[in-house]
């Protein structure tokens, strides 16, 4: 073969070489004046870099869609009947893979800080892929040393043994390489940081080219995070979203830490406030994406998805944590105290409310590591098992949620350094009627306070985004004409912030909406009607199908309302009887306002005493949540597309340049 | 203390912070692999060991009928003549609906004592009324305390109870009459 596994072996050995002069040359040239020329180096070696690494993970997917099942990896994971597709993604659902992708997504990010990092200064740009290098350097290594995606097999079997149902579907394909993206995105933040506090300075610039970097990762982290909650909705059948185990906890402590670091950014660029506050952010991010995914992957947090574990590589891993994230905070230590505050505010202003954001962000994730970190440290100090679950989370999040959707409506309204809070308070009071339709709303749908009271305030910030957005173009009281100009002037950045807030507001107020919603648990014959939130759900008919390589029992479920028939839903239970393996087929159907969700469980008895056990769902508001989270992304998208930070010139200079001229 | 000595001593924290957490990691791995350590371990009363201490209400009397207001404890349980047949169900889980025709079934042969392990006493009164209770006697536990104790890690959680309060067999997974007679039945040989 023109590019087999042992050329895409000898890639990644040949990246990771790369990798280790990407970090050691640029450190060591920007010492001293007489080599300085030599930090330019870096961005070529990081192309390099990413070069071989492309080619590597390349040849690892030729070699599934090859079925040389000589590679250790693709036998185990791959089979000659998969779909063409499948046998592709597959490459990057298991361990191996996985951790070549996120080798990959790392040297394109050390990729793109050469490509569009060119208006940076070179020593600068120097010391961000130096950085990115040696954490690169470190997971080929891991790669290389204890997960080698390109082992090989002798002799090789004829054919592969992974065909396992569950993983052939496109939103289950297509959710790693996202959150990685998202994961591995915060790298560049983390990089910047760690350059900042070896050069001793943070200064508004500083803030202006790390927080796009920062902004690109939190879309993608969010887009990860929702794709992974509505896969599991519409995949596992539990007619859940978000079940608070460790690995959908170790994406949401980066996202958290994330949001706050995309904020206190703002600061640090318009302000030059909040400098060390948002150096530890963007090492805390980072910090947390690598440990929250590699930890789940050691074994030591006990969860459902379950990877092959196996304490060796943790030992391994934890080394390479210590060093990265060990050193980046001794860094800190050593040099944060001496850089230099500035940017006073008061309480009530723009930086307050970013600062209360923050706060509030962080004890949010401060009670995730806590629930998420108790059950095992509980079992080392006192050999005790326990186990935290959504009663703690809830209870504890929510309570914070709270005022951190209240400063959202209010905080954009607010000018910076001092804002008289009353004044503010007329600028939004077009939010106020349709806040209390909201209220109305939730009354009479949602049950219980705590819902309600979420809803109302998402429904609060979403009035106060479009307010703020109104009286920004002036539509009160303005022309066409000068609200269109109005519009074409204003950043893209503010039309981005103003959508993901948006967004925000939308997928809480899903999130309220799915805790009114209702489900039912019967084992019912066919013909019986099943009463549940208003409507009648008739078991019609039960069919069995026969599948390529499955057999289906497919049940028709009638959902009617007072007679009038709303929908047939067409759940499946497959099972594979090769693979061992039964799978739910959800059918969904859905209004945009609610979620109808059936599944179909066993079958119980035989003759006319047949039941079949059915779980039936009224999902409130549930396709809001994803809805939701791609405005904030999208937002996120939007607000990279600013000019200003694409150019990264200061916008007072540009403005004065083009008064002069 | 100044200014720069406090700056010095809270920029400190999170690598303090983060070394505390990685060096417990670090032990975990330790114990991982020699054993000491087990993330995926439950606490089970040893199998032989005696009932944990429990006390537990019944259903309320608006909902169920009078012999399953009462609930029961941990003297109740060890108190009786015959093996008792202890099984921790839920409203909300399809294993247990699955899990009831063969309790009926069961329940001809021992007296199962049932727990209904976080639910609503609505729903788990009306769960089994519907086609006919399988449990002898039943008990509410609202806040899963109770379960905690016993080790329970999920429903359905079935433990065998020998007179005086000892545990002769548990259980994590649906009751089936076939269960039953190939690994319940030979342990009563000795109470019959």
């Keep these: 073969m023109f590019f087999g596994p042992e050329e895409g072996h000898f890639a990644l050995a040949l ?64 089979a000659i009947a998969k779909p063409l597709l499948y046998k592709i993604t597959g490459v ?62 002798y002799p090789a079997p004829m054919d592969g043994q992974g065909m396992n149902p569950l993983l052939q579907d496109p939103g289950l394909a297509f959710h790693p390489p996202i959150l990685y993206t998202g994961y591995v995105g915060f790298a560049v933040p983390f990089a910047f940081a760690v350059a900042a506090l070896i050069e001793g300075r943070v200064d508004a610039a500083w803030g202006r080219w790390v927080r796009p970097w920062a902004v690109a990762a939190w879309a993608f982290l969010t887009c990860g995070i929702a794709l992974g909650s509505w896969w599991s909705y519409y995949v596992l059948g539990w007619g859940g979203y978000w079940f608070w185990d460790p690995v959908e906890n170790a994406s949401l402590i980066p996202w958290l830490t994330g949001t706050a670091l995309v904020h206190s950014a703002i600061v640090v660029e ?29 074994g030591i947090l006990n969860s459902v998805h379950a990877f092959a574990n196996d304490p060796a590589r943790g030992v391994f891993i934890l080394a390479l944590l210590a060093i990265v994230i060990g050193g980046s905070l001794s860094l800190f230590a050593w040099r944060a105290p001496s850089l230099t505050a500035g940017g006073l505010f008061a309480p009530v202003s723009r930086e307050g409310a970013l600062v209360l954001n923050n706060i509030l962000l962080c004890s949010i994730c401060a009670v995730v590591v806590t629930g998420t970190m108790y059950p095992p440290f509980m079992q080392l100090l006192a050999g005790r098992t326990i186990s935290v679950g959504k009663p703690f989370f809830d209870a504890a999040t929510i309570p914070l949620t709270l005022p951190l959707l209240l400063a959202m409506g209010l905080g954009t309204a607010l000018p910076w350094k001092r804002a008289n809070l009353s004044r503010s308070f007329t600028h939004l009071r077009t939010a106020i009627p349709l806040t209390l339709v909201g209220l109305a709303l939730c009354w009479w749908h949602f049950s219980g306070v705590l819902p309600i009271a979420c809803g109302v305030l998402s429904v609060w910030v979403i009035a106060a985004s479009i307010a703020d957005m109104m009286r920004r173009l002036g539509l009160r009281g303005g022309t066409l004409r000068s609200v269109l100009s109005r519009a074409r002037s204003l950043p893209r950045s503010s039309w981005g912030a103003t959508l993901a807030h948006i967004g925000a507001g939308i997928t809480v107020l899903g999130l309220s909406g799915m805790s009114s919603a209702q489900h039912a648990i019967v084992e019912v014959p066919i013909g019986h009607t099943t009463h549940l939130a208003g409507d009648d759900w008739t078991l019609t008919s039960i069919r069995h199908l026969r599948g390529p390589n499955y057999n289906a029992l497919q049940a028709d479920i009638t959902v009617s309302h007072n007679g009038h028939v709303i929908t047939v ?88 340049a083009e008064k002069t001229s | 203390m100044s200014t720069t000595s406090r700056r010095k001593l809270l920029t400190a924290l999170p690598v303090v912070g983060a070394s505390a957490l990685g060096f417990g990691f670090w032990r975990m791995l330790h114990g991982m692999q020699n054993g000491g350590f087990d993330p995926r371990a439950v606490n089970t009363p040893q199998l032989g060991h005696p009932i944990p201490n429990f ?7 608006s909902v169920a009928n009078a012999d399953q207001t009462t609930g029961f404890n941990a003297s109740e349980l060890q108190s009786q003549h015959t093996p008792i047949l202890l099984n921790f169900f839920a409203s909300w889980c399809i294993p247990c609906v699955a899990e009831m025709p063969g309790l009926r079934i069961i329940a001809q042969e021992i007296p199962i004592w049932g727990v209904a392990y976080k639910d609503k006493p609505e729903d788990a009164a ?67």
């Design chain 1, 92 to 153: 990057w659902g298991n361990h191996e893979g996985s951790v070549l992708l996120w080798t990959l997504i790392l040297a394109l990010c050390g990729g793109a800080v050469s490509l569009f990092g060119r208006n940076l200064p070179d020593i600068l740009r120097g010391r961000v892929l130096a950085i990115l290098g040696g954490v690169s350097a470190g997971f080929q290594l891991f790669c290389l040393l204890t997960s080698d995606p390109f082992e090989r097999l």
């Design chain 1, 569 to 656: 839903l067409h759940p499946e239970k497959r099972d594979f009887t090769s693979q061992h393996q039964t799978t739910t087929e959800v059918s969904i159907h859905t209004n945009f306002l609610r979620d109808l969700y059936g599944v179909i469980g066993d079958q119980q008895g035989t003759g006319v005493n047949t039941t079949y056990v059915l779980r039936l769902h009224n999902n409130t508001l549930a396709p809001w949540m994803w809805l939701g989270a791609l405005i904030m992304a999208i937002g996120g998208g939007l607000s990279l597309s600013d000019r200003r930070l694409r150019i990264g010139a200061p916008r007072r200079a540009t403005a004065l």
């Design chain 1, 270 to 298: 318009k302000r030059e406030g909040l400098k060390i506050w948002t150096v530890l952010l963007a090492i805390a991010t980072f910090s947390f994406s690598l440990s929250g995914t590699f930890l789940v992957r050691s």
């Design chain 1, 15 to 78: 990246g990771c070489v790369l990798a280790v002069f990407q970090c050691a040359i640029p450190l060591w040239a920007a010492r001293s004046a007489k080599h300085q020329r030599l930090v330019a180096l870096a961005p070529a070696l990081a192309v390099g870099q990413l070069i071989a690494l492309s080619l590597s993970f390349l040849s690892l997917i030729l070699c599934a869609v090859n079925d040389d099942f000589s590679v250790q990896n693709v036998a185990a994971n791959s």
């Design chain 2, 126 to 192: 009306a769960f089994i009324q519907r086609d006919g209770s399988p449990y002898a006697r039943i008990a509410t536990d609202q806040n899963g305390r109770a379960a905690i104790d016993w080790g329970v890690t999920g429903v359905p959680e079935s433990f065998l109870i020998a007179p005086g309060g000892r545990i002769l067999w548990h259980n994590a997974s649906g009751l089936t009459p076939q269960l039953f007679d190939a690994e319940i039945r030979p342990l009563l040989a000795p109470y019959r």
């Design chain 2, 55 to 61: 006390s537990l209400p019944g259903l309320p009397a």
